[in-house]
């Protein structure tokens, strides 16, 4: 069992930045490839970024690209978000989510295919 715990979440102003760390416990995380999701009020939860097992390949979704930057530190056992230039669009509960990776450099965008998730950190940014 991998738990995910989610911190870095609050309000914040337009243009500014937030740094979401989530930190696992239970068991490394070097053997999943990492996940950052996140859910409007009233809209489905949608990928936001990946970053593979061995930490070499990462994907952005379109709409956070040149803003967001997933990162990952095997020792410390978290994954981060940087997230810079927000708008008020990137107001979402944000999850974290695990996936026991198939090969090193394995990004997933599919959610259904994470085996564990975090419990979400709120991000609100004011116009």
């Known amino acids: 069992q991998v738990q995910l715990v989610e911190s870095g979440g609050g309000l914040v102003q337009a243009g500014g930045s937030l740094r979401l760390s989530c930190r696992a416990s239970?068991?490394?995380?070097?053997?999943?490839?990492m996940g950052w999701f996140r859910q409007a009020p009233g809209k489905g939860r949608v990928f936001v970024a990946g970053?593979?097992?061995?930490?070499?390949?990462?994907l952005v979704a379109d709409s956070v690209k040149g803003r967001f930057t997933i990162s990952r530190d095997t020792a410390k056992n978290t994954v981060s978000l940087q997230m810079n230039t927000l708008k008020p669009e990137d107001t979402a509960d944000y999850y974290c989510?695990?996936?026991?990776?198939?090969?090193?450099?394995?990004?997933?965008?599919?959610?259904?295919?994470?085996?564990?998730w975090g419990q979400g950190t709120r991000v609100t940014v004011s116009s």
């Open positions: 989510a695990a996936r026991a990776a198939r090969w090193p450099a394995e990004v997933e965008v599919d959610e259904d295919l994470y085996d564990y």
């Open positions: 239970g068991r490394t995380l070097s053997t999943y490839n």
């Open positions: 970053v593979s097992r061995d930490g070499g390949t990462t």
